[in-house]
């Protein structure tokens, strides 16, 4: 039997806050597993700790300096290599459909919908990235990261006019003022 890792990321297309990249495989089968973008806030928590205590796991986050200073390729192809470092597997499904150069990943579209291991690795992605933008919306409450969690919603994009940018935004991400 092949041991396969999920791998899906969150925080790709942000204009703030970390790129997250998580990859699993897990031990015990876990129920209501989905695409993160298509579980409520509350089921990704209690997923997210069912995850952690039935898998083997690793997380790698890159900061909004690191992604402005190498790239976003340079971080997945990194955060995709870091994963196989860190976890033992047959099979390395990243959801998608670019493997950033990186040699022995496989990937499919939608699979964060279809497997479970990528499903999984969704939501590990999800929650660490949500959690960290929640905390920076103390820290920035004019931004309301803890509404658009640093996606360039309208309001968004409209704060950045108004107040700039702040520690946490990618500076290469430009907008249209």
Known sequence: ?????????????????????AGVVLK?????????????????EELYNKIIENSKYHI?????????????SWCLANG?????????????L??????????GITT????DTKIPEVSASSI???VTHDRAIREANKIYPQYQFDKNKGYGTKMHKE???EFGYCDIHRRSFKIKK
């Open 108 to 111: 499919m579209i939608k699979a």
């Open 159 to 161: 704060a950045i006019k």
């Open 1 to 21: 039997m092949s041991i396969l890792c999920g791998i899906d990321e969150a925080g790709r297309g942000c204009l703030a806050g970390d790129l997250v990249i």
């Open 28 to 44: 015990n089968p876990i129920d209501g597993l989905c695409d993160s973008k298509k579980l409520s806030e509350k089921k990704r």
């Open 80 to 92: 995709l290599e870091s994963i196989q470092n860190n976890i033992e597997a047959d099979v390395y």
């Open 60 to 72: 790698v986050k890159f900061s909004p300096k690191e992604i402005d200073q190498k790239g976003l």
């Open 94 to 103: 990243f959801d998608g459909n670019h493997t950033f150069g990186v040699l």
């Open 124 to 126: 590990l992605a999800k």
